[in-house]
């Protein structure tokens, strides 16, 4: 009964130290820290918030989606309706939309949650093939649904502005937000991973039949779980937005999509903490090499630019731990807090031993 | 009544195109369970082969369509054994993303070395003319192509039906393990069902630049689509299905637009998802006969 | 005493993936024999099938066919030294015609006069394959694609044959059919490997057989010997 007591207080103390330590640190960054650093750790952790989002479906439940881009777009210019300037929206460019959205800016959250809700209810178009389609037949579905989207927003000028896209979004992501977001995510889904209804997504992904056996209502499950990826998919992408600014209906293709894809393979599929791991090598890779690609001097020599170099570089990484290593860093474990202290406290050990 | 008929005959020439990639699509898919997004790219491989060989080095167009094959060849075959075998028993959609890896990267190798611009494509003057046929305007280098392609596919359908070889690709489709017991070496078949697949994307390649005039690193994103939905609409594995389909969405897609209010034009790549969603809807096993268990 | 042996297993150890089925097993079949594999459901029957033809992974022991050591060779490979297999539940190529069936099952042959011969006597063996040659084999019926199925192994002039419960969820008179058909390929010189849950039918072909229980072997002999067991009788009982 000690045993328990202590080990609950130890979970508890290391959550708080967690939090804190998370704390100081966005005070740290947010203060000292800036530029192209600070961009990349926000860029870190709205990646973070779309790996985590893309589990759900391509691992949990195990229907393979690459059609996330349209589901964050379509969220992300709904949201954009409304944080967007109405100088911008009536002067600029001339969306014909309702009187009261045309003129009205909201701030950082209401449009996250709007914006965020609308992505759930388009990823929820999603679940129906879903319903239908066997494994890989879907993924091409998706694939066709992001093409889709993608195509609309381009074509109906009036609403969206066409494949020129949007811009003068207003500055309002921070460090905070961020990563408060993204840990209230991690956490969140972390929960949710253990609890029933995780339990449930995951045996509906390992053996779909089995689970409507044992009482699983798929549909209901299904939706559910598109409902849930694409609001959270859509949070970080309108955390991005109005962090690069801009944004164009071929912003979130197969690119982007490979990179969600690749963060969450390196990290291991299913994994939570692999998300989060896979998201981190994956930014500081991707940004870190980004100006190889507008050439750079480097010792005073001027280094020609390498379009498509980092993305050249990703591939052979992808493919590389594909073959080697498929399960990831992770596999499809997580990090568990017993465990990080357990480890601590050996190494702490062993560096007491040995002096 | 003229006027789809019009439309038809302008898209004889895509519809080839088409139906070649969707051939050699299919092939693939049927054989070995792959879904080789990187197909674009060996078609991009071969087009680029021979704009280097004609419109660069100056050889003449019987050259570049050897180089054309030669290039999807060796692009095809690069891509088989570095990133398909590795990853052969993997799963499906292992094997698509692995694709989908290699199509990136060989997409931005072209762009990197040669820039993403539009190159020409030198058409000989044999290929330029229309025919009149009473109202009806028929581009000559449709026709060429149209039965070019339909002479391919009689020649592939005669060969997949009729030979020994033809029997153990067929058997591989199906059932791969049981083929081996059979004494069939599988590794050699998926080996000369991939160079068959690229070469039809190397002669694919030239009726592209034969029609459009140019070719680019980038075309191969826009056809691996359209190749894709012809395999799943003509039944996988299914040759003569693949075709057909290929001229059925490159004709209906021609239509589909002629018949769009103008300012819609731009929904053109819609028709093909259409197409996918409704058969995989109403008759998933694709319209005609598939060829895997 | 090895040369005499069409084919041996010793102490053979296979299995799939990191799962290992059967366990150090030795079996020995005599040219010209009727050897059978008896034992309930799941104890690694068809395994020792897929082993001898390479199917599976092999995590220790040696196979040898006419005394050479085939244990690392492909499967294909070692369908051209002359084994034919035929599949348990009328694994038959659906796609492809009852004759393009038996084409597939020629294929390691170079002459044109024995494909023409082995389709012959296929054809007197079965006169309904000639009826339906150019049917889909997925439209034959069960009976017919078991048929197709042994008639497809035979067409390589195989030297032994493996059959895995050719008689499974056929009725008695077809059984009785293909009974009398292994007689006659094995006297035609043809040394047969037959798995059979029905060990009436088995044991009255057979020359020799083995029991295999979990994995191992749990008695061997005659069929004679295998008859008059008690301790089989007590494994297999009911199905005397």
């Known amino acids: 009964m000690n045993n328990l007591k202590n080990h609950i207080r130890t979970k508890r103390a290391s959550l708080l130290g967690i939090v804190i330590i998370l704390v100081a640190t966005m005070y740290f960054i947010d203060g000292y820290v800036s530029g192209f650093w600070k961009t990349l750790l926000m860029l870190f952790g709205i990646n973070v918030i779309f790996a985590v989002s893309l589990n759900i479906?391509?691992?949990?439940?195990?229907?393979?989606?690459?059609?996330?881009?349209?589901?964050?777009?379509?969220?992300?210019?709904?949201?954009?309706?409304?944080?967007?300037?109405?100088?911008?929206?009536?002067?600029?460019?001339?969306?014909?939309?309702?009187?009261?959205?045309?003129?009205?800016?909201?701030?950082?959250?209401?449009?996250?949650?709007?914006?965020?809700?609308?992505?759930?209810?388009?990823?929820?178009?999603?679940?129906?093939?879903?319903?239908?389609?066997?494994?890989?037949?879907?993924?091409?579905?998706?694939?066709?649904?992001?093409?889709?989207?993608?195509?609309?927003?381009?074509?109906?000028?009036?609403?969206?502005?066409?494949?020129?896209?949007?811009?003068?979004?207003?500055?309002?992501?921070?460090?905070?937000?961020?990563?408060?977001?993204?840990?209230?995510?991690?956490?969140?889904?972390?929960?949710?991973?253990?609890?029933?209804?995780?339990?449930?997504?995951?045996?509906?992904?390992?053996?779909?039949?089995?689970?409507?056996?044992?009482?699983?209502?798929?549909?209901?499950?299904?939706?559910?779980?598109?409902?849930?990826?694409?609001?959270?998919?859509?949070?970080?992408?309108?955390?991005?937005?109005?962090?690069?600014?801009?944004?164009?209906?071929?912003?979130?293709?197969?690119?982007?999509?490979?990179?969600?894809?690749?963060?969450?393979?390196?990290?291991?599929?299913?994994?939570?903490?692999?998300?989060?791991?896979?998201?981190?090598?994956?930014?500081?890779?991707?940004?870190?090499?980004?100006p190889i690609e507008e050439g750079f001097t480097l010792f005073g020599l001027q280094i020609p630019p390498f379009l498509g170099f980092t993305t050249i570089l990703l591939g052979i990484l992808f493919i590389i731990v594909l073959i080697r290593k498929p399960e990831g860093i992770m596999g499809e474990k997580e990090l568990s807090i017993t465990a990080i202290s357990r480890f601590l406290k050996k190494l702490i050990e062993d560096f007491g031993r040995s002096q | 009544m003229e006027y789809i008929l019009q439309q038809s005959i302008n898209a004889l020439g895509w519809g080839s195109v088409m139906a070649l990639l969707g051939a050699g699509y299919t092939m693939t898919f049927g054989i070995i369970g792959l879904v080789n997004f990187a197909h674009g790219e060996v078609l991009m491989a071969g087009a680029i082969a021979a704009y280097i060989a004609m419109s660069v080095l100056g050889l003449p167009f019987w050259v570049g369509v050897i180089a054309s094959v030669a290039g999807s060849v060796a692009i095809g075959l690069i891509i088989e054994r570095v990133c398909f075998k590795p990853v052969r028993n993997v799963g499906m959609i292992t094997l698509f993303i692995v694709s989908l890896g290699a199509s990136i990267i060989l997409r931005n190798l072209s762009i990197l070395t040669l820039g993403d611009q539009l190159k020409p494509f030198l058409v000989p003057d044999f290929f330029a003319g229309v025919f009149t046929f009473g109202n009806l305007y028929i581009f000559k280098k449709n026709i060429i192509i149209f039965s070019l392609t339909v002479i391919i596919g009689v020649t592939l359908a005669t060969f997949v039906r009729k030979t020994k070889f033809g029997v153990a690709m067929r058997s591989v489709s199906y059932d791969s393990s049981l083929s081996q017991a059979m004494g069939i070496n599988t590794e050699k078949i998926i080996v000369f069902t991939f160079i068959l697949s690229s070469i039809l994307c190397g002669i694919a390649a030239v009726f592209w630049g034969l029609l459009y005039g140019y070719v680019s690193s980038s075309i191969g994103v826009e056809v691996v689509v359209a190749a894709f939905i012809a395999s799943v609409v003509g039944g996988i594995g299914n040759i003569n299905g693949a075709i057909a389909s290929g001229y059925i969405l490159g004709i209906g897609g021609a239509l589909f637009v002629a018949f769009l209010p103008p300012d819609l034009v731009g929904l053109r790549p819609l028709f093909l998802w259409l197409v996918f969603f409704l058969i995989l809807f109403l008759k998933p096993s694709g319209l005609f006969r598939a060829n895997i268990k | 005493m090895n040369e005499n042996f069409l084919l041996e297993m010793r102490q053979v150890s296979a299995g799939y993936g990191k799962m290992t089925v059967i366990h150090d097993m030795s079996i020995a079949l005599e040219e010209k024999s009727i050897v059978t594999l008896l034992g309930a459901n799941g104890v690694g029957k068809t395994t020792i099938l897929r082993t001898i033809l390479g199917q599976t992974v092999l995590s220790s022991g040696q196979i040898f066919f006419f005394g050479e050591d085939i244990s690392k060779k492909p499967t294909y490979f070692r369908a051209t030294l002359g084994i034919g297999y035929c599949p348990e539940g009328r694994a038959v190529f659906g796609n492809l015609t009852c004759k393009e069936n038996l084409q597939a099952g020629a294929f390691t042959l170079k002459d044109k006069r024995r494909y023409q011969e082995n389709l012959d006597r296929v054809y007197s063996l079965f006169p309904i394959l000639e009826e339906r040659t150019n049917q889909l084999a997925e439209s034959l019926s069960g009976g017919e694609q078991e048929m197709l199925a042994i008639g497809r192994a035979l067409m390589s002039s195989p030297r032994l044959l493996l059959l895995d419960e050719p008689s499974l969820g056929l009725a008695p008179q077809l059984i009785q059919q293909i009974k009398e058909t292994l007689k006659t390929i094995n006297e035609q010189g043809v040394t047969v490997l037959l798995v059979e849950q029905n060990a009436h039918m088995a044991l009255d072909l057979a020359d020799y057989g083995y029991l295999i229980k979990k994995g191992s072997i749990a008695f061997e002999g005659t069929a004679m010997e295998i008859k008059d067991n008690e301790q089989v009788k007590d494994v297999y009982l009911g199905i005397m």
Not at chain 1, 126 to 140: E, I, M, N, T, V
Not at chain 1, 145 to 166: C, H, K, M, Q, Y
Not at chain 1, 248 to 275: Q, Y
Request: with cysteine; proline share 3%; hydrophobic share 55%.
């Open chain 1, 57 to 290: 479906t391509n691992s949990w439940i195990n229907f393979f989606s690459i059609g996330h881009g349209g589901i964050i777009l379509a969220g992300i210019y709904f949201a954009a309706f409304f944080t967007l300037p109405p100088g911008f929206k009536n002067g600029i460019v001339h969306l014909h939309l309702p009187e009261y959205v045309l003129n009205t800016q909201w701030t950082l959250l209401p449009a996250l949650l709007v914006g965020s809700l609308f992505g759930a209810l388009v990823a929820v178009l999603l679940a129906f093939p879903a319903l239908r389609l066997k494994s890989f037949y879907f993924c091409a579905g998706s694939l066709g649904f992001a093409i889709i989207v993608t195509n609309i927003a381009e074509n109906i000028r009036s609403i969206t502005n066409g494949p020129a896209g949007l811009w003068q979004f207003p500055a309002y992501t921070s460090i905070w937000w961020v990563w408060g977001i993204a840990a209230a995510i991690v956490y969140l889904i972390l929960m949710l991973k253990k609890s029933a209804f995780g339990r449930a997504l995951i045996a509906i992904g390992r053996d779909q039949d089995l689970a409507e056996h044992m009482g699983i209502n798929l549909l209901k499950y299904k939706i559910i779980a598109f409902a849930l990826s694409g609001f959270i998919a859509t949070c970080g992408g309108i955390l991005w937005v109005h962090l690069i600014r801009t944004v164009s209906p071929s912003t979130f293709g197969l690119t982007f999509m490979f990179d969600i894809v690749a963060m969450m393979v390196i990290g291991g599929m299913g994994s939570i903490s692999g998300a989060v791991i896979g998201a981190g090598v994956i930014t500081f890779f991707l940004e870190v090499l980004a």
